[in-house]
């Protein structure tokens, strides 16, 4: 039997992000899946034969100017009409609430959303929790599908980099580990400034955080924070892939203090999952669908910048305790196998119908 053929926007697969090579890999057996930029780029020709098309991300809007944002909007709104006037069925995942820290596009964005909302045959969540999140798409609730985000387990090839030497980290001390992209709308200031308002080094944890940050002022807002503080490691360069793993089992746990008015989904959380790890962040969307989360992740709520700034603070203070009696270990082995019971392979029939139309 011929395989259908899936075509997947914005690609399918990157270095940078191994959820839709994962993705691409849990339906090949009865898909051919290519992606836009690679038919755009190599096989021009998928744009026009193909049998579903999925999109990811196609309404996050960017720009570091109104024109180039109003660019963005032309051509990302322009490739859905074609979508739409083809008649082959869309499939939409919902990633998050609105697009990440990009004030100039979120209008634009709000409006692809809606479009996507009305256009797409199916619309596809991550987490139950996203009705909650987006009240609009009750209106669509009988054309959604939940499935949940895979796992991360052996994404990342081994690495004999030793971490505690690179960075000059001590045995004796436990590192909490920040890693992505660094961004406003994640809080590191925040994070920086509740580290060291916790008094955490007295327990013998060291932050590190890892990730490239093109906003210099923000950059410089970050650097302030940790006051020059010894137990506070920034190094503001891009984590390469082949180096990734060493960071994350050398890790004693990780942190993401999200902006939980656009975040929903977390891809950090599940890697963190899939390498033993626990994570300190909000309670957004698909931390609540995590079955007693409480017992697998340090979840809290904010209402605001200082009272972000407490709730970590607060938060800190659980991990110290929770790191002297073993419960912080504890949660960790919850979170893998948490995450291996919801492996990409463990819903992979739910993933195949998905495109069955």
């Not at 944002?69 to 083809?86: G, K, P, Q």
């Not at 998050?96 to 009305?118: C, D, P, W, Y």
């Not at 991550?126 to 909650?132: G, P, S």
């Not at 819903?347 to 119908?353: A, C, L, R």
Request: net charge positive.
């Amino acid at each position: 039997m011929k395989k259908k053929k899936i075509l997947v926007f914005p690609q399918r697969e990157t270095p940078l992000n191994s959820y839709l090579g994962n993705l691409t890999g849990v339906i090949s057996d009865e898909y051919n899946v290519v992606g836009v930029n690679e038919a755009l780029s190599r096989n021009w020709r998928s744009l026009f034969f193909y049998d579903v098309v999925h999109l990811n991300w196609l309404e996050n809007i960017r720009g570091n100017n109104l024109i180039k944002v109003w660019m963005n909007f032309i051509f990302r709104f322009a490739t859905l009409l074609y979508f739409v006037l083809r008649r082959k069925p869309i499939i939409w995942t919902i990633h998050n609430k609105e697009v990440h820290g990009q004030e100039l596009g979120k209008s634009f964005s709000r409006i692809m959303m809606t479009a996507l909302l009305k256009w797409s045959s199916r619309i596809h969540i991550l987490c139950d929790a996203t009705f909650d999140e987006i009240p609009a798409l009750e209106k669509y609730r009988n054309k959604v599908v939940c499935i949940p985000h895979g796992d991360y387990i052996q994404n990342y090839p081994k690495s004999d980099l030793n971490i505690r030497e690179k960075y000059g980290i001590a045995e004796s001390k436990k590192i909490l580990l920040f890693c992505g992209k660094i961004d406003p709308y994640k809080n590191i200031d925040v994070l920086v400034r509740a580290f060291c308002k916790s008094n955490m080094e007295q327990s013998d944890f060291v932050l590190l955080v890892c990730g490239s940050c093109k906003d210099s002022l923000y950059r410089n807002k970050i650097v302030l924070a940790s006051q020059e503080n010894k137990n506070v490691i920034l190094d503001f360069s891009f984590i390469p892939v082949e180096q990734m793993e060493a960071y994350l089992t050398q890790s004693l746990l990780m942190v993401a203090p999200y902006d939980k008015r656009c975040t929903l989904n977390s891809g950090t959380l599940w890697m963190a999952f899939s390498y033993g790890k626990t994570m300190v962040c909000p309670e957004i969307g698909c931390v609540r669908d995590v079955t007693n989360f409480g017992d697998i992740v340090y979840s809290y709520d904010y209402n605001s910048v200082e009272s972000h700034e407490n709730a970590l603070v607060t938060t800190f203070n659980r991990v110290k305790e929770d790191s002297l009696d073993g419960t912080l270990s504890l949660k960790g082995q919850r979170a893998f196998d948490y995450i291996k019971s919801r492996s990409w392979k463990t819903f992979k029939k739910s993933w195949e119908t998905l495109y069955k139309f």
